[in-house]
Each structure stands twice: as C-alpha cells, then as structure tokens.
C-alpha cells in the first residue's frame, strides 16, 4: 500500500499579519477535500523549498471552482516556513500542499470538551470550538494575547495565559476537570506533549479515547533537518489498529530519528 500522499498546487491569495506571532495565508486550492475533522492539518512546501511543514486547515470553503483554504502561521526566530511567510511579497505564489489528515476523534458520549495549546495549537482550537456541539473551555498559552483576545469563538470558555507554551504541563495539572465524560485535546512543544500524556495516563488514568495529545514542533537549534509527515504514521498506526495515543507516541519517536 502506497502512502505517499496526493499533493495540489495553490496559490497565495492573501497575507495578513493578525498579531506579531501569527501570519494569515489565504491559498486558493483548485481540488480538495476536506475530511471534515476539525483539526486536519495539510503539509506545506514553499517555494524553493521540497521540505513540508504541517498546518492545520483553519477553514476551508468553496469559491468558484476552487476552494479557499485559510492556514495561520506561527512566525517565529527562524524556520524554513518561517521565513517564507514573514515576508509581504508571497501574494501570488504558487506552493504545494498535501492532502489533509485530522485525528480529532470525540467519543459519542462526550459532554464536555477541554482544549489547551500553545500558539501553534490556536488554529485547531479555533475551528474545534467553533464546530463543537458540547459546552467547550480553552486554555491558551500565547505570547500576543491582547492581539489575539478575539480568536477563538465566543462560544468557548476561554483562559488565556502569556507565554510561548513553556506552562503548559503545569496547566493541566492544575486543571479541575468537570463531571462525566468528555474530550481532552492538546497540541504544543512535544517533549511537553510527552509529560502530559504521563499525567493522563497515570495520574487521571483517562482511557486512550478520551484524550488526544500531539507534538506539533521540537525544540531544536536552527532549521529542522526534516519535518515528519504525520499523515502516514497515522494511516499506518489506524491501519495496525493502534491507539491515537499510540500512533502520537510513534510519531514522536519518529520525529527525533
Ligand atoms: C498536525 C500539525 C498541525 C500544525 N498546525 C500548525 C498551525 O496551524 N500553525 C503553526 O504555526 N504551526 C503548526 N504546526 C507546527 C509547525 O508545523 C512547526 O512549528 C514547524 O516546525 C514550523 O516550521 P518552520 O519551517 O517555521 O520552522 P522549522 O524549520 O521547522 O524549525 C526551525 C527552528 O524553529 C524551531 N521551531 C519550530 N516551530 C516553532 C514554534 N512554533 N515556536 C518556536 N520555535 C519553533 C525549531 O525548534 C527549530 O529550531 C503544526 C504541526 C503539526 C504536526
């Protein structure tokens, strides 16, 4: 089985700067189809560029014959997409993207949903609360919070904290967790990710499908050698009918080969 995924060309409609951390990109994709999991991600290559990075599809809508698809890009000190999206001349260009993979998965009898990220993780929690039909709250650790007071729909409970997700283990620690079952969903650093799994695993002792907890980048010194696609490590892992929690735990390992 092959799976090297379909990749699409798009082009730069727009870029907007939303906060000092956080470029807007608008690409027009001629063909895509979105799963409908509301934190899918696509893998983006920049021009010049045959790495991808991952990001998460804020929102994708039919316009004419093509489909707008919204990403917001975390600009931060340096980084092959980094640098791509700092700069106001991308409006025109052609990149590439991948077909789109989502692994938020809330269990039918979930009354509640918990969501907590860094600044890399607003987008997905933007659009998850904006479709959730359960009552939702927010913990937020980003470094422009006065910018991005307006992000996340009214909808959810929000807290927000500043900072660049360094408080995030220390976050749901101290979180009161309501009554009865629910989703739990986090993205941010992964060597964080990976302490928080420990707590849910052994201390709250949640079960593998009520929780959802991804590395969305490494802490490392300069320009990623290589970004790992999640997508094939999560078809591969859903195809040996492993667990969400074991398929991140893979991918993990996977990204620090
Ligand atoms: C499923 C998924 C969804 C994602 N969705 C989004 C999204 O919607 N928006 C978004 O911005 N990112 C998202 N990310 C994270 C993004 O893919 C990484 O942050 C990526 O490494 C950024 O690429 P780059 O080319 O800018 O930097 P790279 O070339 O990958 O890295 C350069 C340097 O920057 C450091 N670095 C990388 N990311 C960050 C960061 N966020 N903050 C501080 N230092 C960093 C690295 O440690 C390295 O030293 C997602 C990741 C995954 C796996």
Known sequence: MSVRAEQYA??????????????????????????????EWVGLVVP??????????????????AFRLTLDIVVHDTGLVTEWAARQEIVGETVTITEPKG??????????????GDLTALPAMARIASEASVPTRIWAEVPDVDE?????????????????????AATVEGL???????????AGESSQMRSIRKHLMRERRL?????????????????QPRAVDPGPVYRAGKAAGLTDEQIWQNYDEAAER
């Open 10 to 39: 798009a082009e730069v409609i727009s870029r907007e700067q939303l906060s000092p951390h956080l470029v807007r990109v608008v690409l027009d994709v001629p063909a895509f189809a979105s799963t409908g999991i509301p934190d």
């Open 48 to 65: 010049g560029q045959f790495q991808s990075r991952y990001y998460t599809v804020r929102s994708a809508v039919p316009h004419g014959e």
């Open 103 to 116: 692994s938020f998965e809330q269990p039918a009898d979930a009354g509640w949903l918990m969501l907590v």
């Open 176 to 186: 009161e967790w309501p009554e009865g079952e629910g989703y739990f969903w986090m």
């Open 148 to 168: 991005l007071a307006g992000y996340l729909p009214d909808s959810a409970d929000v807290t927000w904290t500043a900072g660049s997700g360094e408080g995030l």
């Open 207 to 223: 079960s593998s499908h009520a929780y959802d907890v991804m590395g969305y980048w490494r802490v490392s010194t300069g320009r």
